[in-house]
């Protein structure tokens, strides 16, 4: 479709017939995702607030559609890479943000990290270092200020501004310990995301990366479920899967932006949840 052809659809966003306005729409839409940059500029140029706005909904219904075809796709690959999943996340808030980037910035993470790393050390004093350089050095730490923020879900806000929850914080440590060959992985605890070391010679302890890496014992977690008068279950001590910590930061980000009075992107979240449900309980 031509670029005259393009601005005369859009210039009847306005129009006073309701129908005319809802086939316009539709077929805007129709034109999928290739059209967000005419989109755009069309947005920069009209002074109207109500065609504004309309573009506005337009552009971001088609970021969302598109959202959900790339995350159903991310669900089928074999491994559900996990930097995937939670750039997946963050584009529903920031839909230009670029995998690249994040990548770019958990390589210099891994960088830092890796010039005092030393593969010999024992298990306790490896996890030691991976927390002098994140939690010391780079300022890493808890968002306990605003802790139902939105931004605490998005692993690009939470490179930058170095406050997250203990789901996204986990997450950047377990991506940087498993860069550097260590046994690291998340464990679905209630109320709380932390991390396991486990190795194949059956060490294994747990770690808070929400209280700057504070290492602690199965028999701590025991006395954490017996505290929340919980049934132990293996999840509660075992590694989870990617797939299990995406859904996780999709719950999170669903309750945010309830906290926040913002129901319907926690609608849009619960439907992009959905996708990767599978059938399971996911307490939404």
Not at 128 to 134: E, F, I, P
């Amino acid at each position: 479709m031509k670029d005259t052809e393009l601005k005369a659809l859009v210039s009847l966003l306005d129009d006073e017939d309701v129908q005319i306005v809802s086939h316009v729409e539709e077929k805007i839409r129709s034109l999928g995702t290739a059209i967000i940059p005419f989109l755009e500029q069309e947005w920069e140029s009209n002074f109207n607030p109500q065609v504004q706005r309309k573009i506005e909904e337009l552009i971001h219904a088609l970021q969302y559609e598109l959202l959900k075809e790339r995350i159903k796709s991310w669900y089928e690959t074999p491994e559900q890479d996990l930097l995937t999943g939670m750039w997946l996340v963050a584009t529903y808030q920031y839909p230009d943000l670029e995998l690249i980037k994040l990548k770019q910035e958990l390589e210099q993470i891994y960088y830092e990290t890796w010039l005092e790393f030393k593969p010999d050390l024992y298990p306790f004093d490896q996890i030691k270092v991976v927390n002098s350089v994140l939690f010391n050095k780079l300022k890493f730490g808890a968002n306990t200020k605003n802790f139902h923020s939105p931004g605490n879900s998005m692993l690009n806000v939470v490179l930058e501004t170095r406050k997250g929850n203990p789901i996204t914080l986990c997450v950047i440590y377990l991506l940087v310990s498993q860069k550097l060959k260590l046994p690291v992985h998340g464990v679905n605890l209630p109320n709380l995301f932390v991390l396991t070391y486990k190795d194949e010679r059956h060490t294994q302890f747990y770690i808070n990366a929400f209280n700057k890496g504070l290492i602690f014992s199965r028999q701590d977690i025991e006395n954490y479920i017996s505290e929340l008068h919980l049934t132990p279950q293996t999840s509660f001590f075992e590694p989870c899967s990617n797939l299990e910590i995406i859904r996780r930061v999709f719950r999170n980000l669903i309750m945010s932006f309830d906290k926040m009075g913002e129901h319907a992107k926690a609608e849009e979240v619960k439907e992009l949840l959905l996708l990767i449900a599978d059938g399971a309980d996911l307490g939404v």
